[in-house]
């Protein structure tokens, strides 16, 4: 079945940099479209980044845009999150998800995500 592992969550300081991996398993990994959300205490679970099948295109949440970058990685069934300049309000737990469908065009919808891990906790503080 469909296995999304993340890791490399830990405290950081504020301006420091953290990167996330996602390891997949039991599906076609470079068919679908991969994404990174992250939910606070209290807070609904939001979108980080996301990118598309192919790896040709990415997007990002306008509170990452610049900061974060996404990437993937076929060979190894892997998608990462490389976060620099990190805040407080980055203090979230993160989790990886898959798109439902193969081969999608365009970004994927929040909705539109059918396959999560389990999360990792993001911390920054001094």
Not at 92 to 103: G, I, N, S
Request: aromatic share 16%; charged share 20%; proline share 3%.
């Amino acid at each position: 079945q469909v296995q999304l592992v993340e890791s490399g969550g830990g405290l950081v300081q504020p301006g420091g940099s953290l990167k996330l991996s996602c390891a997949a398993s039991g599906f076609t990994f470079s068919s679908f479209n991969m994404g990174w959300f992250r939910q606070a205490p209290g807070k609904e679970r939001e979108f980080v980044a996301g990118i598309r099948w192919s790896g040709v295109k990415d997007n990002y949440a306008d509170s990452v845009e610049g900061r974060f970058t996404i990437s993937r990685d076929s060979a190894k069934n892997a998608v990462y999150l490389q976060m620099y300049s990190l805040k407080s309000e980055d203090t979230a737990v993160y989790f990886c998800a898959a798109d439902k469908r193969t081969y999608r065009w365009g970004p994927t919808p929040f909705m539109e995500y059918g396959y999560w891990g389990q999360g990792t906790q993001v911390t920054v503080s001094s």
